[in-house]
């Protein structure tokens, strides 16, 4: 305005063809763009001479950071931020103990989303692998936040946990891409590092990412309901297994697994044998109950809820799919009140479905495990 040698009331005018003066600056002036630069290269190219002018606000250059913050997030008249960035920004300003502008992005969330998320705030160890991946940006467009209670109910917290900080070794890897080791001396050392300690790796299959997470949650979801079948609901599955362990059966002293072997099925009435310890024979004990729900969950489909008359089953589950399903938790050493009911089921329809019509551990085609 001193340049224009302009007051303010000069800019206020009442004409129809309002005469604004122009602002022109120098060329060592600083003029800094806070947001919507993509708007200004689009007028640029699309604009017609003359008519390329829109409406700005201008700030003073000392501006309060918190204000000038504000304007950069600034979301009226656009697309609402995805669940992804919410979450990114709310854990980003918690960081930062900024707790107005972890608040401001919080009631950005609609619906029974911040329900969900204090369903998983009150997981310590699940919060903490995602704030991991908060190094990593451009994961967060995949984060769906209305599946979280769907996650948690899952009770599979350990595979869960392995799946996310899979994504962040992966992504790491990745970013190993960026580095210029004939360039840098610091990078060629830090490669070198990595190497050495075995830490870089091939990725075989899909690169796993949040979208790819949250998009397996629903295939989850129909594994573990076959799965506590044997379990129950309220119980960590992992965990489940180690108490239901039990190689001897206290009754009969009938032996369902020897000390020191480990059982493999290789077809759905064959198994191979080898050696493990008893933690070897829980973990693939469970790994094959968890394969076998893999080939037949088609056949086990979760339990119809008395109360619910709207939602039911597509199909009642097989007798004979759960009557086998508890027979390889028996003979694998699992047993436990809801494995033995299963096995009351009569064994003649056990019998009747052919062992060739799945196969006993994975599908065909390519793959890796």
Request: a negative charge; glycine letters at 6%.
């Amino acid at each position: 305005m001193q340049q224009l040698g302009k007051t303010a009331d000069a800019l206020l005018t009442n004409n129809e063809v309002p005469d604004y003066p122009l602002l022109e600056f120098l060329t060592s002036f600083h003029l800094e763009c806070l947001h919507s630069r993509h708007r200004i290269e689009a007028g640029c190219g699309f604009l017609d001479p003359g008519n390329d002018w829109w409406t700005v606000d201008l700030y003073l250059s000392d501006l309060n950071i918190n204000l000038k913050t504000c304007l950069i997030e600034e979301y009226s008249n656009e697309e609402k931020p995805s669940d992804g960035e919410i979450y990114y920004k709310m854990q980003r300003y918690h960081f930062l103990q900024n707790f107005s502008f972890e608040m401001r992005w919080k009631a950005l969330l609609r619906g029974k989303r911040q329900q969900y998320l204090l369903m998983l705030t009150r997981n310590e160890a699940m919060t903490a692998a995602f704030d991991d991946l908060l190094d990593i940006p451009g994961l967060w467009g995949g984060m769906k936040i209305t599946t979280l209670h769907k996650m948690m109910a899952l009770k599979c917290d350990t595979e869960l946990l392995h799946y996310l900080r899979r994504i962040k070794q992966v992504w790491s890897d990745l970013a190993l891409e960026l580095k210029a080791p004939r360039a840098s001396k610091a990078n060629a050392e830090f490669l070198h590092i990595r190497v050495c300690g075995g830490e870089v790796e091939c990725v075989e299959g899909l690169i796993p990412s949040l979208a790819t997470f949250f998009k397996d949650i629903g295939y989850l979801e129909r594994l573990t309901n076959c799965i506590k079948r044997l379990t129950g609901d309220n119980v960590q599955i992992s965990h489940a297994f180690k108490q239901l362990f039990s190689p001897v059966d206290q009754k009969d002293s009938r032996i369902r697994i020897t000390d020191g072997q480990a059982k493999i099925q290789v077809a759905e009435n064959a198994f191979v044998y080898g050696q493990g310890m008893r933690r070897d024979q829980v973990d693939l004990g469970y790994w094959q109950i968890t394969a076998y729900a893999m080939r037949h969950f088609a056949d086990m489909p979760k339990e119809p809820v008395k109360e619910d008359r709207v939602m039911q089953p597509a199909a009642m589950a097989d007798r004979a799919v759960l009557r086998r399903f508890a027979d390889l938790a028996d003979q694998l050493g699992f047993t436990g009140p809801r494995i033995k009911h299963l096995q009351q089921y009569p064994a003649a329809l056990a019998e009747q479905a052919p062992p060739s019509e799945h196969p006993p551990l994975i599908t065909s085609g390519s793959g890796w495990g």
